[in-house]
């Protein structure tokens, strides 16, 4: 079973940079996708970055070029990072990692419903 544990959110100013991990025990194989969520208050969860079947990457347009999304594989267990630089204040949300447990399914979506674990969130907080 897959568990996500992420940390490192915080309060930043605007054009700063924060970085994001996730813990993800019980993950065993790298065909599992990996992405990166966040939801603001009274917005609905979108994508932020995930990796893609081949191992690439796909970025919200939001943070292209800002965001770096990068992963630590070892037995039984993975670590997700977020690096999140020149940060603004529209960065402000909940950041949560997610895994599609599926081994058979495309990797990339920055779709939540193709995900089906969810860690339970980091608050990020940039200020003007």
């Known amino acids: 079973q897959v568990q996500l544990v992420e940390s490192g959110g915080g309060s930043v100013q605007a054009g700063g940079s924060l970085s994001l991990s996730c813990a993800a025990s019980?993950?065993?194989?790298?065909?599992?996708?990996m992405a990166w969520f966040r939801q603001a208050p009274g917005k609905e969860r979108e994508g932020v970055a995930a990796f893609t079947t081949d191992g690439r990457t796909n970025y919200a347009t939001a943070v292209k070029g800002r965001f770096t999304i990068s992963r630590n594989i070892a037995i039984a267990e993975a670590t997700l990072y977020l690096e999140m630089t020149s940060l603004k204040p529209e960065d402000t949300a909940m950041y949560y990692c997610a895994v599609d447990v599926r081994t058979w399914f495309p990797c990339g979506s920055l779709a939540a419903v193709t995900y089906n674990r969810w860690g339970q969130g980091t608050q990020v907080t940039v200020s003007s």
């Open positions: 019980g993950y065993s194989d790298s065909r599992s996708c």
